[in-house]
């Protein structure tokens, strides 16, 4: 199953990461490592190399992560015929990309918006608020806080 997870979350990341990462599972066996197996590698076309993901960038290391629950949902919705996965929340990781990043990684997002799902991002980054036609700002204060509905 973590195979067929890796093969739609490196579409995705391949896409966000215009084509330069693959996601792969580490397969060389580690002494004394119970959880071998489990650990990810990427390829980088632009080294042409496989490498450790702990090398990822903060930016990259979300966009592989945000790739993989994406590749997941894909995968469970598959192996469990009608069961759908429509509503993904990411909770921040923004602020570590840079302005392209960013713009790629919303462009997935609004994809899969425009696809049925409810996309739900929890963020402070000004770039990404803009960007987000629909949204629920909320605003704190010393007496509790406030949402407002932005449209």
Do not use: C
């Amino acid at each position: 199953m973590l195979d067929d997870v890796l093969i739609q979350a490196s579409q995705r990341l391949r896409l966000m990461s215009k084509g330069r990462y693959d996601l792969k599972r580490k397969e060389a066996r580690t002494k004394g490592n119970a959880g071998s197996g489990l650990d990810l590698i990427v390829e980088d076309a632009y080294t042409g190399k496989w490498r450790d993901v702990a090398t990822l960038s903060g930016g990259e290391s979300f966009m592989a992560a945000l790739s993989l629950a994406l590749g997941l949902s894909d995968v469970v919705q598959s192996y469990s015929g009608g069961i759908r996965l429509d509503t993904l929340f990411i909770d921040e990781g923004f602020g570590s990309l840079d302005p392209e990043s960013l713009d790629l990684a919303v462009q997935t997002l609004v994809e899969l918006q425009q696809s049925g799902r409810t996309i739900g991002i929890i963020s402070h980054v000004s770039e990404l608020k803009e960007q987000m036609p629909l949204r629920l700002d909320v605003h704190a204060s010393r007496v509790g806080s406030t949402v407002s509905l932005v449209n």
